[in-house]
């Protein structure tokens, strides 16, 4: 019994024959050193394109990350002072706080405070035998000392912090402007000091360096002096008074939700100034100019992609005469479609890949690299008085990475269609007539 044929199956899309074809057409022929050539260009395009928006964004992400721990770790999350009230005597502003302790214990009882410990602050100068510099004195206990994280970390402070009752303790930007270290005498001079009946006259008294810290900002290091807190109390005529509360949370970044417990908890006359208050126009233009720099970078990885364009464009014009032979084979407008696209979107991925490897590197390994610019440049690249941070940080993050690779292999995949396309639409008997 005779039957009608069988017509065989199509074969499947991206089936191993189309990927032989693909993989011949890359491969390099001295005759056709041009579409090698273009084949590279668009490697190495990709490649750097890729690399310089992964190490941005590491940069980036780190940059942002050392400037908000290095905020967190050495300043309070949410400042509560009073509102100010003038002084009958003096006539000045007075918005110290008398009843600081009773203060503290209601607004260390609201959910999500961590720390709470009460501040006498001022203004005065420093001195060291010839040197002098503006500094701000932070009056604060012991015990309250040690639970600040960036002071009190032993990796970077050089003396002993327990000493801390009997001395003082000063950033590093503070000891390298008047030449001293631990176990070494400064002054620290005050415009409003004694009251006599002649008037106020300049208070001036002498400590010896206990501690050394270094918080990893350049302009709290540079003016930043600790001091016992009944030693400052006394040194700026604040006895019995604090000038602030300075309040640790559990979670700075939702800060806000906690603005308004803190207020009633600290009693009517009270107000509060939260770091995002501080540092939030800062951390905004930060957050402006990551997206611009995504913007700019991504248009950077379209024109690296655009170069696989050039490069099928012009395998498609060598190749017109084996497209022809192939099509009259019985080779599909699909087929030779994806033969084409494979090309291009192979040459993205191993861009991509390569790309992301170096990156990944760069992020890595950043600290030995930039030392090495930095001896290559004779030194002070990085300026921590401009930066704010004393070096150069990268974080990686998964989110990142992920975005880079998905931007690249997606224009590589889109800009490959088009010349995909124009080869599988080429007419065989146009291609093959003058052949």
């Known amino acids: ?116 410990a009460p501040l006498v602050k001022g203004q005065v100068m420093a001195n060291a035998r010839d040197s002098n510099a503006g500094v701000q004195v932070f009056g604060i206990k012991p015990e309250d000392l040690v639970t600040i994280p960036r002071i009190a970390d032993p990796a970077t402070g050089r003396g002993d912090i327990t000493a801390f009752s009997q001395g003082i303790a000063i950033g590093s930007g503070v000891a390298r402007e008047l030449g001293v270290g631990v176990g070494d005498r400064i002054r620290l001079i005050s415009p409003n000091g004694v009251r006599t009946a002649f008037g106020t006259s300049p208070r001036i008294n002498a400590y010896d360096v206990v501690y050394i810290f270094s918080a990893g900002r350049y302009d709290i290091d540079r003016v930043r002096v600790y001091l016992p807190f009944e030693e400052a109390q006394s040194f700026f005529n604040r006895e019995g008074r604090a000038d602030e509360l ?98 291009g979107a192979f040459t993205g991925i191993i861009g991509t890949a390569a790309g992301v490897v170096l990156g990944c590197l760069f992020a890595i390994y950043i600290d030995p690299i930039f030392s090495l610019v930095n001896v290559l440049m004779g030194g002070q690249v990085w300026d921590p008085s401009i930066r704010g941070i004393y070096h150069l940080p990268a974080q990686l993050n998964l989110g990142d990475v992920l975005s880079a690779v998905a931007l690249s292999l997606g224009l590589s995949f889109v800009v490959t269609i088009f010349p995909a396309r124009r080869a599988a639409r080429m007419n065989p008997v146009e291609a093959l007539r003058y052949e």
């Open 1 to 116: 019994m005779t039957g009608r044929p069988r017509r065989s199956s199509a074969p499947a899309p991206f089936a191993p024959f189309e990927w032989m074809i693909a993989w011949r057409y890359l491969r390099a022929k001295r005759a056709e050193g041009g579409v090698s050539t273009m084949t590279w260009i668009s490697l190495i395009g990709i490649t750097l394109a890729v690399f310089a928006l992964i190490a941005t964004l590491a940069v980036r992400s780190g940059f942002r990350a050392e400037f908000v721990d290095t905020i967190l770790g050495a300043n309070a999350h949410v400042t509560v002072y009073n509102m100010g009230t003038v002084d009958a005597q003096s006539g000045r502003l007075d918005r110290t706080l008398s009843d600081y302790e009773a203060m503290a214990e209601r607004v260390r009882a609201v959910e999500g405070v961590t720390r709470v």
């Open 246 to 343: 300075e309040v640790m949370v559990r979670d700075p970044d939702r800060v806000e939700d906690m603005t308004l417990p803190l207020i009633a908890a600290a009693g009517d006359r009270a107000q509060v100034w939260t770091w995002k208050d501080a540092s939030g126009g800062f951390l905004r233009a930060l957050e402006v100019e990551d997206n611009v720099m995504f913007i700019i970078l991504s248009i950077l990885v379209l024109i690296a992609a655009m170069n696989i364009t050039s490069g099928l464009i012009m395998l498609v014009k060598n190749k017109g005469r084996d497209i022809g032979i192939l099509r009259t084979m019985g080779l599909t407008e699909g087929a030779v479609l994806r033969v084409f696209f494979i090309c």
